[in-house]
C-alpha cells in the first residue's frame, strides 16, 4: 500500500495478513512508535482488495505555553486507514486505485482553537511485469512500476487560521531486473526514484 499498490494483484495466496511494529527514533524518544496492519484479499486471477491501518505515537510530550508553564503531558498521534482495488489491465500491467483518510491529533486541542488535522487522499499506481529471455543460461524477470501517493486536500491544525499545509503527495518510480541463478538461488537489481510533488520550504 505504501509504496504500490498495483502489486496486490500478484498475490500468490487467497489471503494475506500482516502486522508491523517500530520502534522510532528509540535513541532519541523511548516511546516512539509506528504499528501497521495490512490485510489483502485476492477476488479472481485478475483482481485484488486490500485495507491497511497505519498508527503513529509520538510519545508522551509536556506541553507549555508562551510563559513556559507547563500545560501537561500529552501523547500527540497520527493514523491513517487506507483501501484499494487492483487490477490486471493486460497480460503484464497492472492498476491500482486507492482511497485514505487520515487523522492527525498533534495539538491534543491545547489552545483556544486548535483541532485535529483532517484530510483524504487517493493514490494512482501501476505495475508492469513479464519473463524476459535476454541470458540463455537463466530465466528473468523484468518489471517496473510508478505511483502517486497523497493526493488529496491540505490539513490544518487551527479553526481561525487560514494557513492550511499540504500533506506529502509523492511521485515514486522504479524498475526490477530479477535473475533465477537456480532452483533456490535468484540475484535482482533495483532501482528506484521518489520527489515530493508540492511545494517545500527553500533552503536557506
Not at 20 to 32: E, H
Not at 82 to 109: C, E, H, K, P
Amino acid at each position: 500500500m505504501h509504496y504500490n499498490a498495483a502489486k496486490y494483484v500478484y498475490l500468490e495466496d487467497k489471503f494475506a495478513a500482516g502486522l508491523g511494529y517500530s520502534p522510532w527514533l528509540r535513541k532519541l524518544v523511548p516511546d516512539m512508535n509506528l504499528a501497521y496492519l495490512a490485510l489483502a484479499y485476492k477476488i479472481n486471477d485478475r483482481s485484488s482488495v486490500a485495507g491497511t491501518l497505519r498508527y503513529f505515537s509520538c510519545g508522551e510530550i509536556e506541553f507549555r505555553d508562551n510563559y513556559n508553564q507547563s500545560l501537561g503531558k500529552y501523547t500527540p498521534n497520527e493514523w491513517a486507514i487506507d483501501a484499494t482495488y487492483s487490477r490486471m489491465l493486460g497480460d503484464y500491467l497492472s492498476g491500482a486505485v486507492a482511497g485514505r483518510f487520515i487523522y492527525s491529533d498533534l495539538t491534543q486541542n491545547q489552545g483556544d482553537m486548535a483541532r485535529p488535522g483532517i484530510s483524504v487522499a487517493a493514490d494512482v499506481a501501476v505495475f508492469y511485469k513479464r519473463p524476459v529471455e535476454w541470458f540463455s543460461t537463466m530465466d528473468a524477470d523484468f518489471s517496473w512500476g510508478a505511483a502517486i501517493t497523497n493526493i488529496g486536500s491540505k490539513v490544518s491544525y487551527s479553526g481561525i487560521s487560514d494557513r492550511r499545509d499540504f500533506i506529502p503527495t509523492t511521485l515514486r518510480a522504479g524498475a526490477n531486473l530479477k535473475l533465477e541463478l537456480d532452483e533456490y538461488n535468484s540475484l535482482a537489481f533495483m532501482v528506484d526514484f521518489s520527489t515530493l510533488m508540492v511545494p517545500t520550504h527553500p533552503v536557506i
